[in-house]
């Protein structure tokens, strides 16, 4: 029984986190980072000091299913280096800005940054229950069938 709760572990860490997101190849969007934009996100930068931003929506799709998000990125696509980010969070220009970020969100906005998305849109639902599913029934068949053939041997 031991065996089986880990392996049950094992498979609900390992689906959910290295095979659904390989499922179906993702949509990809690039995302205006504005002002209003960061001030809608829930999370804006990292333990690290990385220049990451956290929360997004995608437009158009406010339901998806947000599998990766890249660093801020200036214009010219390269990430926006740590000591910029850090100075628009840690000292920003008193603007008066309100919002969840306020003047971080505007000091930032104002260099011109976007980050790029990769997403499943909320119409894979069911496709994607399906392959899972798809996936434990044959895993299940599987599991039985070499089960059977040893109880047969004994």
């Not at 993702?26 to 999370?43: D, G, K, V």
């Not at 995608?58 to 000591?83: F, H, K, N, Q, Y």
């Amino acid at each position: 029984m031991a065996i089986t709760g880990v392996v049950f572990l094992v498979v609900q860490f390992t689906v959910p986190n290295l095979v659904r997101p390989h499922l179906m190849p993702p949509e990809e969007a690039t995302l205006a980072m504005t002002a209003q934009t960061i001030n809608r996100a829930r999370s804006l930068g990292s333990v690290t000091g990385a220049p990451v931003i956290g929360g997004l929506r995608v437009p158009g799709a406010p339901d998806a299913w947000i599998s990766e998000t890249s660093p801020l990125r200036t214009a010219d696509g390269r990430t926006l280096s740590e000591s910029a980010f850090n100075e628009c969070l840690d000292t920003p220009s008193k603007t008066g800005a309100g919002g969840t970020f306020g003047d971080t969100a505007v000091c930032l906005s104002a260099l011109d940054l976007h980050v790029d998305i990769e997403y499943q849109p909320s119409s894979r639902y069911w496709p994607f229950q399906m392959a899972e599913t798809g996936l434990y029934v044959v895993t299940g068949a599987l599991v039985t069938a070499i089960a059977l053939r040893r109880v047969r041997r004994a």
